[in-house]
């Protein structure tokens, strides 16, 4: 049996920003007479309404947030500094380095994925050692990593979870930053120096749960604008998220009827106060440890609704809820697991509503109840 690679686009779990909007992207570009920093795809204004919607384009929103955060990034991509997008785990800090990377260069697949064993090679580049050997170092042997093919095509490259390196493979990200220029030592003559074309640029996240900003180089934080990506604040606006993110993750699963907003007002509900540790009537609870963002809950929307079709062939409901939050809300914290308990024990009883008492009553389907 061989091995194909190529999935084809409808059958891709995710694809990328620029596929999944391919429609919406080709719209702005036709519509697009705004001048464009050299290099981008689109001008600025085009780029904002890609990320925050335009109805008369019938553009979707797609990041909900302050839309002045989203004029600030892409300012900050079309200077000479890097943009770096920090806040809490799960506040869209990737969808949304995906979504400008799309607008400002048309492709948001450039990306390195930081963690402690990322190398040097991974973001500048690597060889192929067969050539290598045959024919020594040349432009035919290299084999380019993002950053390379970034700076070589003038296009943006993402980052992800940049803090998650060690400090001296981030700093091989100064001079691409500061002269605009990579070099190649191995490479012969004027080849060895990759001269960054126009266009390119890096935005990179970091995860205030992981090792923080802090400990990255003071010379390489010069080099970024810093912009925090905040929790969603609103319920309603955070709700609507949920529901419509959940929804189509649904269909693109095959389920026909999502989750009543009924089951997920509860399900938003829970996620707020386990995240804060204050109940909508202003009960102090136990906060859970665990991360209780709204990329969770719209996870965990998502697996109700799986739930409810899959197993009994209906909606996800409130009962579905208790089963599903175990995995995300305790993980394999026990403790975690104990103040879930408790929270649907003690904080569940007292509100109006079927769904609340049907969580309550399914409390014992959390694992060990
Ligand atoms: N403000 C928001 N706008 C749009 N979607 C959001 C928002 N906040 C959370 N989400 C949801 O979260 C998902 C994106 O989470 P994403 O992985 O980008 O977060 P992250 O900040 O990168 O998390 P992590 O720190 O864990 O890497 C989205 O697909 C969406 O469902
Ligand atoms: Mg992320």
């Known amino acids: 049996m061989t091995l194909s690679v190529t999935v084809p686009t409808d059958a891709m779990q995710r694809p990328p920003a620029e596929v999944r909007y391919a429609d919406e992207l080709a719209r702005l570009r036709a519509a697009d007479d705004a001048p464009k920093p050299p290099g981008w795809a689109l001008s600025l204004r085009a780029a904002r309404a890609f990320v925050v919607g335009d109805d008369a384009l019938g553009v979707t929103r797609k990041f909900v947030g302050d ?7 892409l300012v900050s991509l079309a200077t000479n500094r890097g943009l770096l997008l920090v806040g809490e785990p799960g506040t869209a800090k990737s969808l949304l380095s995906e979504l400008l990377a799309a607008a400002v260069s048309g492709d948001s697949t450039l990306t390195i994925q ?23 170092p040349s432009e035919r042997s290299l084999v380019p990593a993002p950053l390379l093919r970034g700076m070589a095509e003038g296009r943006t490259v993402r980052f992800e979870e940049i803090t998650r390196c060690p400090l001296e493979v981030q700093d091989c990200l100064l001079s691409p930053l500061s002269d605009r220029v990579l070099a190649v030592p191995e490479l012969p003559g004027g080849a060895g120096m990759v001269f960054a074309k126009e266009g390119f640029n890096i935005i990179a996240t970091a995860n205030t749960r992981d090792r923080g900003v802090n400990d990255m180089s003071s010379a390489l934080k010069r080099r970024f604008n810093f912009e925090t ?4 604040a609103d319920f309603d606006t955070e709700l609507a998220l949920v529901e419509a993110e959940a929804g189509a993750l649904l269909r693109r699963s095959g389920v026909t009827v999502a989750p009543h907003r009924d089951v997920l007002e509860v399900l938003v509900t ?4 386990l995240r804060t540790g204050r109940t909508a009537r202003g009960d102090e609870m136990d906060r859970l440890s665990g991360v209780m963002s709204t990329a969770e809950a719209v996870a965990v929307a998502h697996a109700v609704g799986l739930r409810g079709w899959f197993l009994r062939g209906t909606a996800g409901t409130a009962a579905d809820l208790a ?7 305790a993980k394999d914290n026990p403790e975690d697991l104990a103040k879930l308990r408790r929270y649907l024990e003690q904080h569940t009883g007292w509100r109006a509503g079927a769904q609340w008492r049907e969580l309550r009553d399914a409390r014992r389907e959390l694992p060990g109840g």
Do not use: H, M
């Open 270 to 273: 829970a996620f707020r106060e």
């Open 114 to 136: 930081g963690g402690a064993a990322t190398t040097e090679d991974q973001i500048k580049y690597s060889w192929n050692y067969a050539l290598l050997v045959s024919e020594g």
């Open 67 to 73: 839309p002045s955060l989203i004029d600030r990034a």
């Open 323 to 329: 089963s599903c939050l175990a995995g995300t809300a």
């Open 229 to 232: 990506v905040f929790p969603i």
